[in-house]
C-alpha cells in the first residue's frame, strides 16, 4: 500500500457548542485538528498508508491528540514527544451574515519550539512516495523553516512527490517573510495547492489581463494565476480552488487543476456549511488520492472537490466520508458545471434571485381580494411583507415584461400567473433594492368596477339570478382591468396597483381560489 508523510501542527481546537458565540453558554467542544494532520485522517479513511508526523508533549493532551490521529489509523509511531504544550485555537462558528471568529494560543507549542534535530527523515521516509505540507506549517518559525526544508531536501532525494497548499496565514507572518521562506521550499515542490490570494499574498502572482479582485473574475484569470505558478516553480500540477462566499452559511465551491497542458475545471457545488473548517485540506487529501492512484486530471479535480464539499457538512476538522461517498457525489449531478462568475461595481455575486416566493405572494394577494368595505381591516399582501389597513397591493419588480395578457384565461390560476411572472425575473443584488417604486396605478383607472355587497338574511347571503349574473360579468371585468394596471406598471418601471377599499361595495376577480 502506498505510503503518504504529512508534516505539521496537531492543535486542540475548543468551540461553542453549535452556533453559540463564545461564553454564550457554559460548555466548549474539546476536538483536535490541524492542517495536515486533516490531510493524513482523510486519506487513512480513504484506506491510504498514512503517517503524521508532528511534536507533541508527552502530557495527557499530548497523548489524547495522538489518540484522535488513531482512531482513524493513522501512524503515529515517528511523531516526536516532548516540549511543553499543545497549540490551541478557538472557534466560533459564524452563520448567516455574521462570520466566523477564530482565536490562535499556540505560542511555545511543542512543535513551535522544535529543532531540526529533532526528526529522522531517513527513517521517516522509509517506503514513502509522497509527502504534503502546509505554508502554515513554516509561518510557525525559522527553525521549523529548517525543518521543512530538511524534509523536503530528504524527500526530493528519495523521489517522493511533494505537495505544498500555500495557506498564507497573515497572523502568523508577513508577506515578505511568507515570500522568502515559501519561494525557497516551492522549488521542491511537484504539486501546489492555492487560491488566487494565496498566489498573491505569497508570490505577488495575479492573473494576466482580468482583475480577480476587482469583479471581473473568469477562467481566463484562474489559468493565468495556475500556468504563472507553473512556469515559475516547474510544478507538475497546479490546482486553484474556488470559493465564493455568499454568507458564513452559504458559499460555492469548485477548483481547477492544470497539468501543464491541460485546465479541468470541476462542477460547482453551492454548499450549506456545517464547518468549513479544513475543507481546504480535505481537498488536498482528495486531490493526493486521486493522483496516487492514476485519476485523470479532470477526475482528480472533481473527487477532490466533491471531497470538499462532503467536509462542509461534517463537525470538526477531520473529513469522516468514505471513497464510496466522495465518487457517489463526484459522479452524481449535484454539482453544476463552472461558470464564469461575474460581479457586480460592490463586488457582491450577481445571483440569479429566485423570487418566485414573493412574486407568487403579492398575485396571490392582488388576485385572491374580496376587499371588504367599512370598518374591516384589509391586510394587504404585498412583496416587502408589510401590511396595509386599506389597500391591497402589488408592487411590480422593474424590468418585468408582461406583454402576453392573452395567455391568462380566467381559469389560469393564481399561482400559474405567478410562474410565468417569475420566469422573467433574471435581476441581480443592486436591481433588488430599488425594486418597489412609488408609482401607483388604481385598477379603477383600466375599467374596474366595484358591486355592492350582498343583503344578509337571518345570517346567510341572499342572492338573486341577477346577482349571480353580475357577479360573473364583473368578475372578468376586473380580472382584465387587474392585469391591465400591472402590464402599465411594469411597463412604466415600476411601481404598486391599488385595489381601492370601496365602502360597502367589493371588487370581484375571477380568481378566488389559490393553492396555499
Known sequence: MAKVVTFGELMLRLAPNGYYRFFQNDQMQATFGGGEANVAVSLANYGMDVSFV??????????????????????TSKIVRGGDRVGIYFLEKGASQRGSVCIYDR?????????????????????????????????????????????????????????????????????????????????????????????????????ENTDIYGGKLNKEGYKSVAKQLADKFGFEKVAITLRTSISASDNDWAAMLYDGENYCFSKEYHLRITDRVGGGDSFGGG???????????????????????????????????????????????????????????????????????????????????????????????AADNTQSDSLLTYQVADGLNLNDTTAFADSTTAWQYADKISSHVDTSVAAMRAIFAQR????????????????????????????????????????????????????AGGGTVVVPAADGQVFYTALKRMRR
Open 440 to 491: 401607483k396605478v388604481s385598477i379603477v383607472d383600466y375599467g374596474a368596477q366595484p358591486h355592492a355587497v350582498f343583503d344578509i338574511v337571518e345570517g346567510t347571503y341572499k342572492k338573486s339570478d341577477a346577482d349571480a349574473k353580475a357577479e360573473a360579468e364583473l368578475a372578468k371585468t376586473n380580472t382584465k382591468a387587474i392585469y391591465a394596471a400591472i402590464k402599465a406598471v411594469s411597463e
Open 54 to 75: 508532528t511534536k507533541l508533549p508527552e502530557h495527557a493532551i499530548g497523548q489524547a491528540a495522538v489518540n484522535s490521529l488513531r482512531y482513524f489509523g493513522v501512524d
Open 107 to 207: 505560542a511555545h507549542s511543542s512543535i513551535q519550539e522544535a529543532s531540526a534535530s529533532d526528526f529522522n527523515w531517513d527513517e521517516i521516509f522509509d517506503g514513502a512516495e509522497w509527502f504534503h505540507f502546509t505554508g502554515i506549517t513554516p509561518a510557525l518559525g525559522a527553525n521549523v523553516v529548517e525543518i521543512c526544508r530538511d524534509a523536503c531536501k530528504a524527500a526530493k532525494e528519495r523521489g517522493v512527490k511533494i505537495s505544498c497548499d500555500l495557506n498564507y496565514r497573515g497572523k502568523l507572518w508577513t508577506r515578505d517573510e511568507a515570500r522568502a521562506a515559501m519561494t525557497d521550499l516551492c522549488q521542491y515542490v511537484d504539486v501546489c495547492i492555492s487560491n488566487e490570494e494565496d498566489a498573491k499574498d505569497v508570490f505577488g502572482i495575479e492573473a
Open 287 to 381: 486531490l493526493i488520492y486521486a493522483l496516487m492512484n492514476g485519476k485523470s486530471t479532470q477526475s482528480a479535480v472533481e473527487f477532490a472537490v466533491a471531497a470538499s464539499a462532503l467536509k462542509h457538512s461534517v463537525e470538526g476538522d477531520y473529513n469522516r466520508v468514505t471513497v464510496a461517498e466522495v465518487e457517489k457525489l463526484a459522479g452524481g449531478r449535484r454539482g453544476r458545471s463552472l461558470p464564469p462568475v461575474k460581479r457586480d461595481r460592490d463586488g457582491e455575486k450577481i445571483m440569479k434571485k429566485n423570487i418566485t416566493s414573493s412574486v407568487r405572494k403579492c398575485i396571490a394577494g392582488v388576485l385572491s381580494m374580496a376587499v371588504m368595505a367599512g370598518s374591516m381591516a384589509v391586510p394587504a399582501l
